[in-house]
């Protein structure tokens, strides 16, 4: 394996555990889960491998084999910088329960294709950590730690999908979460044996202003729960009655964030039932949601949409965060060529750089490698 390699070279001496967590896609449920709602994401077969050591003082030393090949020597938690801080927040957050490590990093995930890398890099080394001092930790109570890390440390507002994902989701089988109770059940999801996949389309854009839209996105979820007297949006029970409450962006963003749930409990229904190739029509109706009521899209997810489905795909949204990433689309196997197709020219006719298309098949959450 490349990162022990690098980590012999680099320390001198074997690592003592090395942990694999994977990046992903989210299928349905998007921007419900700091609204206490439902999620659906699946892991994909890319993501963060850490070969940690630990040490008897507090110092970190860190390798990425995708950047910084040698070691960048942290003392202070202040001193960290960059990419760093998702591993530095991580033991920030774990205090005294542990000293410091000799840690490599091995990165498969595209970069900036929002498949989150940055929760894949904080799971790792902390299921890393919590092998080699025994804390311990559920996965769930890993994926809150690193989400922690990623609020209160690197500063991001960040909802629990991603990190649940990386350290919960099982092979074959999409992760069926429940943001408030964080109850979660894993959910079959073989498309294969229907002819069909799941096909990412990564526009390689990534839009500069898409954290502070996150920020407001979520305060006026918050804002918009306070005027109407429930907890979270999650709580609405009857939309009709909320609309009338709310006005402009409150009211298109709770549209959108109650609908969505209902688009997840449907979903998990229709692949319960078998119905595959129709989930299709709930992709399509998120991303319409998502571009019209939470305006979180751009337009190369739009397009990459749009042209998805003329070329044949059975439905498509995007996925993640918006504002650039990827959208990905359900596909049976005789269309896959003719959807490639029809992306491609359209981002060709709008004069869009080209996108890259990546398959996801559902694989394993974190685990432990060596
Ligand atoms: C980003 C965040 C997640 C979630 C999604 C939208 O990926 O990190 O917590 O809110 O956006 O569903």
Same mark, same amino acid.
């Given at each position: 394996?490349?990162?022990?390699?690098?980590? &012999?070279?680099?320390?001198?001496?074997?690592?003592?555990?090395?942990?694999?967590?994977?990046?992903?896609?989210?299928?349905?449920?998007?921007?419900?889960?700091?609204?206490?709602?439902? /999620?659906?994401?699946?892991?994909?077969?890319?993501?963060?491998?850490?070969?940690?050591?630990?040490?008897?003082?507090?110092?970190?030393?860190?390798?990425?084999?995708?950047?910084?090949?040698?070691? /960048?020597?942290?003392?202070?938690?202040?001193?960290?910088?960059?990419?760093?801080?998702? /591993?530095?927040?991580?033991?920030?957050?774990?205090?005294?329960?542990?000293?410091?490590?000799?840690?490599?990093?091995?990165?498969?995930?595209?970069?900036?294709?929002?498949?989150?890398?940055?929760?894949?890099?904080?799971?790792?080394?902390?299921?890393?950590?919590?092998? @080699?001092?025994?804390?311990?930790?559920?996965?769930?109570?890993?994926?809150?730690?690193?989400?922690?890390?990623?609020?209160?440390?690197?500063?991001?507002?960040?909802?629990?999908?991603?990190?649940?994902?990386?350290?919960?989701?099982?092979?074959?089988?999409? @992760?069926?979460?429940?943001?408030?109770?964080?109850?979660? &059940?894993?959910?079959?999801?073989?498309?294969?044996?229907?002819?069909?996949?799941?096909?990412?389309?990564?526009?390689?854009?990534?839009?500069?202003?898409?954290?502070? +839209?996150?920020?407001?996105?979520?305060?006026?979820?918050?804002?918009?729960?306070?005027?109407?007297?429930?907890?979270?949006?999650?709580?609405?029970?009857?939309?009709?009655?909320?609309?009338?409450? @709310?006005?402009?962006? +409150? &009211?298109?963003?709770?549209?959108?964030?109650?609908?969505?749930?209902?688009?997840?409990?449907?979903?998990?229904?229709?692949?319960?039932?078998?119905?595959?190739?129709?989930?299709?029509?709930?992709?399509?109706?998120?991303?319409?949601?998502?571009?019209?009521?939470?305006?979180?899209?751009?337009?190369?997810?739009?397009?990459?949409?749009?042209?998805?489905?003329?070329?044949?795909?059975?439905?498509?949204?995007?996925?993640?965060?918006?504002?650039?990433?990827?959208?990905?689309?359900?596909?049976?196997?005789?269309?896959?060529?003719?959807?490639?197709?029809?992306?491609?020219?359209?981002?060709?006719?709008?004069?869009?750089?080209?996108? &890259?298309?990546?398959?996801?098949?559902?694989?394993?959450?974190?685990?432990?490698?060596?």
């Amino acid at each position: 394996m490349r990162v022990v390699e690098a980590f &012999r070279a680099a320390y001198g001496a074997s690592p003592q555990t090395v942990w694999h967590a994977p990046g992903r896609v989210n299928l349905i449920g998007e921007h419900t889960d700091y609204n206490d709602g439902f /999620v659906l994401p699946f892991a994909v077969p890319w993501g963060v491998t850490a070969a940690v050591t630990p040490r008897t003082d507090k110092t970190i030393r860190l390798l990425s084999l995708q950047g910084h090949s040698d070691p /960048v020597t942290i003392e202070s938690h202040d001193d960290s910088t960059g990419w760093t801080r998702y /591993v530095v927040g991580v033991f920030a957050m774990l205090g005294d329960r542990v000293a410091g490590a000799d840690i490599a990093i091995d990165g498969t995930i595209p970069p900036g294709a929002g498949l989150s890398s940055s929760a894949a890099l904080e799971v790792s080394v902390a299921s890393a950590l919590n092998d @080699l001092h025994d804390l311990g930790m559920t996965p769930m109570e890993i994926a809150l730690l690193s989400q922690k890390a990623e609020n209160g440390f690197v500063g991001v507002p960040s909802g629990i999908l991603d990190q649940a994902a990386s350290a919960l989701c099982q092979e074959g089988h999409a @992760l069926f979460l429940d943001c408030r109770s964080l109850g979660s &059940r894993n959910i079959p999801l073989d498309l294969a044996s229907h002819g069909m996949s799941i096909l990412i389309i990564d526009t390689q854009v990534h839009h500069t202003h898409a954290g502070g +839209e996150y920020a407001k996105r979520r305060a006026e979820c918050e804002s918009a729960a306070r005027k109407l007297g429930v907890p979270a949006l999650r709580d609405v029970t009857d939309l009709t009655a909320a609309l009338e409450l @709310l006005q402009g962006d +409150e &009211r298109k963003r709770t549209q959108h964030v109650v609908t969505e749930n209902h688009r997840v409990e449907a979903l998990i229904g229709l692949l319960r039932a078998g119905a595959v190739t129709e989930i299709g029509a709930l992709l399509n109706a998120s991303h319409l949601s998502l571009r019209d009521e939470y305006e979180v899209s751009s337009p190369e997810l739009d397009v990459a949409v749009e042209a998805a489905v003329k070329g044949g795909a059975r439905g498509a949204r995007m996925t993640g965060g918006g504002f650039g990433g990827s959208a990905i689309a359900l596909v049976s196997d005789d269309r896959l060529e003719s959807v490639q197709q029809s992306v491609v020219a359209a981002y060709a006719e709008r004069g869009f750089q080209p996108p &890259r298309f990546l398959p996801a098949t559902p694989a394993p959450g974190a685990h432990r490698v060596a």
